[in-house]
């Protein structure tokens, strides 16, 4: 026969076996295909499992991951978010264990919601005034680490560790709550200060009705002055820190209904919005 009729049936069964082998593996590809189709349409069982899955936040290398903040504009706000004739209560320079939570009683009995305006180390003294702000449904805003009146005679980086450093030390005091505005000492804003702030998604805070209850003029003249001055806008400054509170507490008592009486319902300042 010769040695080409003698391995003619080796070579055969050979070559069937190689032909079963390319079929299996091209059922195996198909299959997979399949099912990375399936898995990227988000149907069929084990649905996802070949997704690729979200990068976790960066990290600066001190602590859990960043959440970068909520965008919000450089400019001052001055409006609130409810609009029409609501007005916005800011409360300055605590907490203080005496003022503020005589003040978080008057709003709590009115349902009054208000932004505290915090210093930095008085945050981080009384930890228990902040939560209890934040509890009752308040908003927290960064006044700085040491209510510099001046800061805006100051070199950026010093304006940049006086907002910075305060707002670490509210939102650790607040047990995480997030500081949603900025409010300049004396409303010493910058351009910088303003940019420092809403890039960490502080909305700068000024205001429309300044009550002078730091002078300590009286209970009459808070009340009057707010009464006198809603028309230049919404947005009105208490103080519940750096001094004897006592006339603003009363002032505070009395305003509120009033606020109410006259068809202001209180709001938030507004965060988002130029």
Same mark, same amino acid.
């Given at each position: 026969?010769?040695?080409?009729?003698?391995?003619?049936?080796?070579?055969?069964?050979v070559?069937?076996?190689?032909?079963?082998?390319?079929?299996?593996?091209g059922?195996?590809?198909?299959?997979?295909t399949?099912?990375?189709?399936?898995?990227?349409a988000?149907g069929?069982?084990g649905?996802?499992?070949r997704?690729?899955?979200?990068?976790?936040?960066?990290?600066?290398?001190?602590?859990?991951?960043?959440v970068?903040p909520a965008?919000?504009?450089?400019?001052?706000?001055?409006?609130?978010?409810?609009g029409?004739?609501?007005?916005?209560?800011?409360?300055?320079?605590?907490?203080?264990?005496?003022?503020?939570?005589?003040?978080?009683?008057?709003?709590?009995e009115?349902g009054v919601?208000a932004?505290?305006?915090m210093?930095? $180390?008085r945050?981080?003294?009384? /930890?228990?005034l902040? !939560?209890?702000?934040? %509890? &009752? =449904?308040?908003r927290?805003?960064d006044?700085?680490?040491?209510?510099?009146?001046?800061m805006?005679k100051?070199?950026?980086a010093?304006?940049?560790?006086?907002?910075l450093d305060?707002?670490r030390?509210?939102?650790?005091a607040?047990g995480?709550?997030k500081?949603?505005y900025?409010r300049? $000492?004396?409303?010493?804003?910058? /351009?910088?200060?303003? !940019?420092?702030?809403? %890039? &960490? =998604?502080?909305?700068?805070?000024g205001?429309n009705?300044?009550?002078?209850?730091?002078?300590l003029?009286g209970?009459?003249a808070?009340?009057?002055?707010?009464?006198?001055?809603?028309?230049n806008g919404?947005?009105?400054?208490?103080?519940?820190?750096?001094?004897?509170?006592t006339?603003?507490?009363?002032?505070?008592?009395?305003?509120?209904?009033?606020?109410?009486?006259?068809?202001?319902?209180a709001?938030?300042?507004?965060?988002?919005?130029p």
């Open positions: 026969m010769g040695l080409k009729g003698t391995y003619k049936p080796q070579i055969a069964a070559a069937s076996a190689i032909a079963l082998s390319l079929a299996a593996w059922a195996a590809v198909l299959s997979d399949e099912a990375e189709a399936r898995a990227d988000g069929g069982a649905a996802g499992s997704q690729e899955q979200p990068a976790p936040p960066a990290r600066d290398g001190k602590g859990p991951a960043r970068k965008k919000v504009p450089e400019s001052i706000a001055h409006a609130t978010e409810a029409g004739t609501s007005v916005s209560i800011t409360i300055d320079d605590g907490p203080d264990p005496r003022w503020t939570p005589r003040m978080l009683d008057i709003l709590k009115n919601k932004t505290f305006c210093v930095g $180390p945050a981080q003294e009384h /930890p228990q902040v !939560k209890r702000v934040v %509890a &009752e =449904g308040h927290l805003c006044h700085t680490m040491d209510h510099d009146t001046t805006d100051k070199p950026v010093y304006q940049k560790q006086q907002i305060a707002k030390l509210i939102e650790e607040a995480g709550a500081v949603e900025y300049a $000492p004396g409303g010493a804003f910058t /351009p910088d200060s303003r !940019k420092i702030a809403a %890039a &960490e =998604g502080m909305r700068p805070l205001w009705v300044d009550t002078k209850d730091f002078e003029p209970t009459a808070i009340v009057n002055t707010v009464k006198s001055e809603l028309s919404p947005t009105i400054l208490f103080h519940d820190g750096g001094g004897d509170r006339q603003t507490v009363e002032a505070l008592r009395q305003i509120l209904p009033w606020l109410k009486e006259q068809g202001h319902p709001s938030f300042p507004v965060r988002t919005t």
